[in-house]
């Protein structure tokens, strides 16, 4: 191998070390720029640009859950439920998800169930999202339960 060939092996793995440390002291603030990017282009309707922001949020932010919630959410709302719902069973699997993103989620899955024509699932979701949004005293949440339970029961 030729010197200069070593010396540029050298500097690109020095460079990839100093581009490393500083994204992983940038990473909170980095990854909440990206997350406010994220929530900008879905305001604007930009559902690609939001869910490509929020991907990359996840990665490196202290609000990792809340950006894949709403990276899922896009996925929804662009209407491409089987890939949100994936979404939503791995953020359920997380063990230290706490009980209003848990009853967010539920709720969101049946709303994806309930687009998928299945409407048992829709409804054991909301009945779920519900209940937990109640024992929280959350009026937004259990507004949107009771909102979405009763389109499944109407429809059904």
Sequence with gaps: MPSGTRKILFLLFFACCILGAAAFY??????????????????EWRLEDAIDYFTWSSMVSDRSHRAAIEKALCLQLRGD????????????????LDQRSK???????GVNFFNQ???????ENHKISLKISRELSDKKLEAQSLIDLSRVLYHS
């Design 26 to 43: 940038a990473k909170g603030p980095l990854g909440n720029r990206l997350y406010e990017k994220g929530i900008e282009a879905k305001n």
């Design 81 to 96: 439920f089987v890939r949100s719902q994936s979404e939503f069973d791995a953020l359920l699997a997380l063990p230290d």
């Design 103 to 109: 009853a967010r989620i539920l709720n969101s899955n």
């Design 117 to 123: 024509n299945q409407p048992e699932k829709s409804f």
